[in-house]
C-alpha cells in the first residue's frame, strides 16, 4: 500500500511530513488491519500487507485512510488531496514500487507500460472500492487479469465511534466528553464509563482506536471542552508497549493538548512512584490532564504527591445496589484527602436516579455513566444540563 501526499497547501518540512503519514497510517492500520492479518512499514509512505485468510485483500477498512489522513495533515480543505493506491504484483516488484518517487507514483498512475507485468495497481475509494489505476492497465498487463475475477470479500462494518458526556455536578454543567470505539462485531459496546464488563478486550487496540477516533472529533467539534481518551495503565507499565503508545500518540497535534485529557483505566490500589513517573513522561506531552480510574475505593491517594495526576474517578462495581452505594460513600469519605492533594475526585459508572442523588449528596464534583450520559454521537462537553434531566439520552 502506497500513502500519496500531492499538496501546495503545507509548510512542513518533508522528514516531519512523511514522520505525521508514517505514524498516522500505522496506528490506523493497527486498529483496522486486525490479526491475523497483519502489516510492516516499508519506509513513511509505503507499508505491505498481508491477509493469509483472502486470496485477495480485503480494502473496506483502507477506504477511510484517505479522509482521515486528509483531515489530520490538512483540515478540513479541499484543495489538498491524500490517495491510497494498492500495488500487487510478484515480491520481487514490492521494493521496487515501494521506492518510486513521487514521478515515479505519477506515471505509474497514468501510464499501463510504467507498472511491471504481472502486477496491478488500484486506488482505493472512500467505500473501499478498487479503482484500476489507469483504468485500461489491464490490456497491458498478464495475470492475475487473465484469470477468472473471485468474489470480492465481504465488507466489513466500520468501528462504532461515540462519546459520553463528564458531568460537573456543582454546576449542572457537561465539561467534557470520554471517546469510546467499539468494533460492529463486538458482542457489546465498549465504554470507560459503563463499568467493567463494558471495558475492551484488546486494550492496545481499542486506545489506538479512540485515537483516531480522537483525530475526527477535533476536526468536526467546534466545542472547545476536553476529550478523554483511554489509555491502559498495565499497557504503559510494558516498556515496549509504552514506547508504542508513544509512538502512536505523537500523531495528534500539539495545538490541542488543553483540550486532550488522558483515562487512564484499570490503575491499582497503590500505584508506585516510578509507574506514575513513567506515565506522566509518556502523557503529558500530548494530555494537557491525566485521570485515574481505579475500582478501589480505598485508593491510596495519600501517597500521591500534590497534583501529581489531575483527577481520581471511582468506577462503581458490577454489584447490588447498596454494595454499589457502599462502596461510593466508603470513597467520599475520603474527600478530605483528594483537597489536600488537590487532586479532583470522580465517580463513574453511575446507573440510576438513586445513585445519582446520592452520589451529590456526598459532593463528588464529576460524574458519568449511563444513568448521567448514554452514548452519543457528538460531544455534550459545554453544555448547561439540569440534574433533574439526567440521563442525556
Not at 502506497?2 to 522528514?15: A, H, S, W
Not at 507514483?105 to 502486477?119: F, K, L, N, Y
Not at 492475475?144 to 458526556?165: D, F, K, L, M, T
Not at 457502599?326 to 489536600?340: D, E, N, S
Request: glycine content about 4%; some cysteine.
Amino acid at each position: 500500500m502506497r500513502v500519496v501526499v500531492r499538496t501546495g497547501q503545507t509548510e512542513l518540512p518533508q522528514d516531519v511530513l512523511a514522520a505525521l503519514v508514517a505514524k498516522f497510517t500505522s496506528a490506523f492500520l493497527e486498529t483496522r488491519w486486525a490479526w491475523p492479518r497483519r502489516f510492516s512499514e516499508i519506509n513513511p509512505y509505503a507499508f505491505l500487507l498481508t491477509d493469509p485468510r483472502a486470496p485477495e485483500l480485503d480494502t473496506a477498512e483502507l477506504g477511510r485512510l484517505s479522509d482521515e489522513l486528509h483531515v489530520h495533515l490538512f483540515g478540513k480543505s479541499d484543495e489538498s488531496e491524500v490517495t491510497i493506491l494498492l500495488f500487487e504484483g510478484p515480491d520481487e516488484t514490492l521494493d521496487d514500487f515501494a521506492t518510486l518517487d513521487a514521478e515515479g507514483v505519477a506515471r505509474a498512475m497514468t501510464d499501463p507500460s510504467a507498472i511491471p507485468p504481472g502486477a496491478r495497481l488500484s486506488r482505493i475509494g472512500p467505500d473501499g472500492t478498487r479503482i484500476l489505476t489507469p483504468p485500461d492497465q489491464a490490456a497491458a498487463t498478464a495475470a492475475p487479469s487473465a484469470a477468472a475475477p473471485s468474489a470480492p470479500p465481504p465488507e466489513r462494518a466500520p468501528n462504532i465511534e461515540g462519546v459520553q458526556g463528564v458531568y460537573y455536578a456543582g454546576r449542572e454543567v457537561f465539561v467534557a466528553d470520554v471517546i469510546s470505539c467499539t468494533p460492529a462485531d463486538a458482542r457489546t459496546h465498549f465504554s470507560l464509563v459503563d463499568g467493567d464488563e463494558h471495558l475492551p478486550e484488546e486494550p492496545d487496540v481499542f486506545d489506538a482506536a479512540c485515537v483516531i477516533a480522537a483525530m475526527r472529533l477535533l476536526a468536526e467539534s467546534p466545542s472547545q471542552t476536553p476529550l478523554y481518551l483511554p489509555v491502559s495503565f498495565s499497557t504503559l507499565m510494558r516498556p515496549t508497549r509504552r514506547a508504542a503508545y508513544a509512538d502512536m500518540i505523537a500523531i495528534l497535534p500539539l495545538s490541542e493538548r488543553r483540550r486532550l485529557a488522558a483515562a487512564v483505566y484499570d490503575v491499582p490500589r497503590a500505584p508506585s512512584f516510578q509507574a506514575l513517573t513513567q506515565l506522566r513522561e509518556a502523557l503529558e506531552g500530548r494530555f494537557g490532564a491525566i485521570d485515574l480510574r481505579t475500582s478501589d475505593p480505598a485508593f491510596e491517594i495519600d501517597q500521591l504527591t500534590s497534583r501529581a495526576v489531575t483527577s481520581v474517578t471511582l468506577v462503581l462495581p458490577a454489584a447490588e445496589p447498596e454494595r454499589r452505594l457502599a462502596v461510593m460513600r466508603r470513597f467520599a469519605a475520603r474527600l478530605p484527602a483528594y483537597r489536600r492533594r488537590r487532586i479532583w475526585p470522580g465517580v463513574t459508572n453511575i446507573r440510576s436516579a438513586r445513585e445519582l442523588k446520592a452520589v451529590r449528596e456526598t459532593r463528588i464534583p464529576f460524574l458519568t455513566g449511563p444513568g448521567v450520559c448514554r452514548m452519543q454521537t457528538v460531544p455534550v462537553g459545554g453544555r448547561p444540563w439540569s440534574a433533574d434531566l439526567l440521563p442525556v439520552e
